[in-house]
């Protein structure tokens, strides 16, 4: 099982936590990733909720599939970072759903892929929350304020999207086999108005990351280096955007770094 960065997790009362941060409604979709043997599923089917599980691990399926007759639970096998969760859920929703249906998303999810699992999660259209169990330096990242040691590409990103919670942690021997590192349980709720439009999602963040590469420089000579026009240019307009050219990216809020996306997209 330590192939897919697998650890199990089994105590009800931790798991019924995790079920609860969802503010779960009957009759609500949830798509689960990473069930493994299915004891969040069958949580998640005591409260009523659809669920659609995605598995990689063939070996797991068998009893995964075994609770189909507990409730209403569809298991997708395959890796959920090739699965298109939008084209999933859509056909079990009535067309007249518009604009698209509201869904969750929740999982213990492997570690390795946490970064590439939280940008599909937040791939417009965006769900209506967000619970992952994740290693607690990735939470504490998610969370962190501009100015700190963990604030960066990862918190510009998905703030500019959601309210970010950090819940609770959870020790190493809940699970099975215990892992190395620290885990926490995060929220993510999209706001009503993020800070980007869906056509930006994705620029946004190869802009971001584009400048936490060089986190370290001044801001004038980051974009500068992410954009490939002269400093001079770059600090006059950093000036007219009413933003510190000597300033570093670690301490620029999520606003800042979407009027800069902006700026950049009109060049």
């Known amino acids: 099982m330590r192939r897919l960065g697998q650890h199990f997790l089994s105590d009800p009362k931790i798991l019924g936590r995790i079920a609860d941060a969802l503010d779960p409604r009957p009759g609500e979709t949830v798509i689960e990733i990473g069930p493994g043997r299915g004891s969040l599923t069958a949580i998640l089917l005591d409260r009523g909720l659809k669920v659609m599980a995605i598995e990689k691990d063939r070996r797991l399926i068998t009893e995964l599939h ?22 999933l859920i859509a056909p079990t929703f009535p067309v007249s759903r518009v604009p698209f249906p509201v869904f969750k998303i929740v999982g213990n999810i492997p570690y390795y892929i946490t970064s590439p699992l939280l940008e599909k999660a937040l791939t417009p259209p965006l769900p209506e929350r967000v619970v992952f169990l994740v290693q607690a ?9 501009p100015g700190t040691k963990t604030y960066g590409a ?3 990103g998905v703030q ?12 190493p021997g809940a699970f099975r086999p215990p892992p190395k590192v620290r885990s926490a349980v995060v929220r993510l709720t999209p706001v009503a108005e993020p ?8 620029p946004f963040r190869k802009f971001v990351t584009a400048c936490f590469s060089r986190r370290r420089k001044q801001l004038r000579n980051v974009i500068a280096g992410v954009t490939g026009l002269p ?10 955007l009413g933003l510190d050219a000597a300033a570093r990216p670690e301490i620029l809020p999520p606003h800042a770094f979407v009027r800069l996306l902006r700026w950049s997209l009109q060049l």
């Open 137 to 145: 330096e990735v939470a504490d990242r998610l969370a962190a304020p």
């Open 66 to 87: 075994a609770k189909r007759g507990t409730g209403n639970v569809n298991v997708v096998g395959g890796d959920a970072l090739k699965i298109d969760w939008h084209q």
């Open 195 to 202: 800070l980007i439009e869906p056509e930006e999602v994705a």
């Open 160 to 171: 500019a999207l959601c309210r970010v919670e950090k819940l609770f942690h959870i020790a």
């Open 231 to 240: 400093l001079a240019r770059v600090a006059d307009d950093l000036r007219a």
């Open 154 to 156: 990862l918190s510009v």
